[in-house]
């Protein structure tokens, strides 16, 4: 699992990657970027804001797709064809820059993980009546287990596959039990009657914030996918991954909305699991629990590998290291979940501010992608580059506007 930090640009993939191989870990990159965003702030925070803006949270979510697929975009045909990992082709932007940037993510992936820690947690306790400290711990276990078998990788790849699957069929049985008024929300999503800065900042940043922006990217450079040559079978995967964790989004946002519109008050104590309730009763308290474990899991997977990918290209000691710093990185999270606990407002505000370090990570990227010493051969469309600093000034404009609102 050692990163390609000092591989050439350009190079071709891996020889050694059979052509299974190559589209299983282009799959399972799709999955663990959705599935690393999918976690239980990102189900909080949607179930939170359809509560407060109703159907009108629908253009919130259209405006976040298009947002984040202008962002992954960007940054997995950079690091496909630079063929290194985000800190390294930061660096090469400005010196000191990778620094920045992988404490920043670093911070913010811990920070979640804390809260990602935490659902699994809850989760169990939904699911199987075990205490919250009891299901957070058996599941930080289960995940350090999956990076210490052989081949973690593919493993990797196969359980985020497997456990998203699962989120949407569960979703897709509360959508249903929910009724939602559907012709409300299309019109709504298009003609809101209310627009909310940090509605939009907090879901751009639980979707591709802070360190899920570059999951899937550094899982394919892990797996040798990477060349200009790979760059099309990157696009094509970085959009996968955006339209897998949309669909949780909008199943999630119009089965909160058809309870709302059914007379039900979604409190702040935990309105996913109130959804799930008013929806399908003692059962769906049941299947709730199974949908936060199973989102919250796949997050601890996705954000201690991310993290400690970023850790491993600015030091040499966690390169050597790799396994264990995610094993620590797991252990610490967990630590801090049963010393301090996970109120609902921490997860929004960790979705803000992953969501506020986004504009600096896609700026790099964009500017990383019109120089030919860090992307060789390959030509950064100039619509995405266009597409890529619009998303990249509004979202800096909107977190300037978030974080004035949350300090006022």
Known sequence: MSAPATAPVSAPPSSASSARDVRGALVGAAFLMATSAV?????????????????SFGFAILVSVLLDLA?????WRVLVAAARPAPVVADAVLPGLGVALALAVSFGGLAFNVGNVAGAGLGLEALLDIPTP??????AAMAVALFLVPRAGRAMDRFSAFLGLVMLALLAF??????????????????PTRVDALAIVTIVGGTVGGYITFAGAHRLLDAGVVGVDAVPRATRAASSGILLASAVRVALFLAALGVVARGATLGTTNPPAEVFRFAAGAVGMRLFGLLMWAAAITSVVGSAYTTVSFLRAIAKPVERNARTAIVAFIVVSTAIFLLVGRPVRVLVLAGAVNGCILPLALATMVVAARRPAIVGAYRHPAWLTAVGAITAAAMAALSVRTIWQLLG
């Open 39 to 55: 976690g239980p702030g990102f189900l909080t925070q949607t179930a939170l804001f359809t509560a407060q803006l109703g159907a």
């Open 71 to 75: 962002a992954q975009m960007t940054v």
């Open 134 to 139: 009891v299901g957070a711990t058996l599941s």
């Open 174 to 191: 509360v959508v249903v039990r929910a009724q939602p008024p559907l012709a409300e929300a299309v019109v709504r999503t298009v003609l």
